[in-house]
């Protein structure tokens, strides 16, 4: 049987341990939703990144197959149907954007070494 006082200290040895997990279980919290905004932030930038160089590129495209239309101008690098906005059907114009993607992949990593 327990004595008195340890009757007496047990509600208080309770509580000091509900506070303690409760606590515990806040900062564990607090922790996940931490790592969920960096997950996030991360995620959505690289997303913002991706599809500002994709709007880049079509928009690049549209601004050369525009000047190609009121020049009548060869432009060297792109094909005839490239620059008239009819690629054929093999091709689907993506030569120009593929080369302009591997520019931008270029550019980042100029940009980590910077960085290193």
């Not at 490239?82 to 030569?95: F, L, N, R, V, W």
């Amino acid at each position: 049987m327990l004595s008195e006082k340890e009757a007496q200290q047990l509600p208080s040895t309770v509580i000091e341990d509900f506070k303690k997990s409760f606590a515990f279980k806040i900062i564990i919290e607090d922790h996940v939703q931490e790592a969920r905004n960096h997950i996030y932030d991360v995620e959505v930038k690289a997303l913002e990144a991706e599809f500002m160089e994709e709007g880049f590129i079509k928009g690049f495209m549209k601004g050369v197959r525009a000047v190609h239309r009121k020049t009548g101008a060869n432009i060297q690098g792109l094909s005839p149907s490239q620059a008239s906005g009819d690629p054929p059907s093999d091709s689907g114009g993506e030569e120009v954007e593929s080369e302009l993607q591997k520019i931008f992949a270029l550019e980042e990593d100029e940009d980590d070494l910077e960085i290193l």
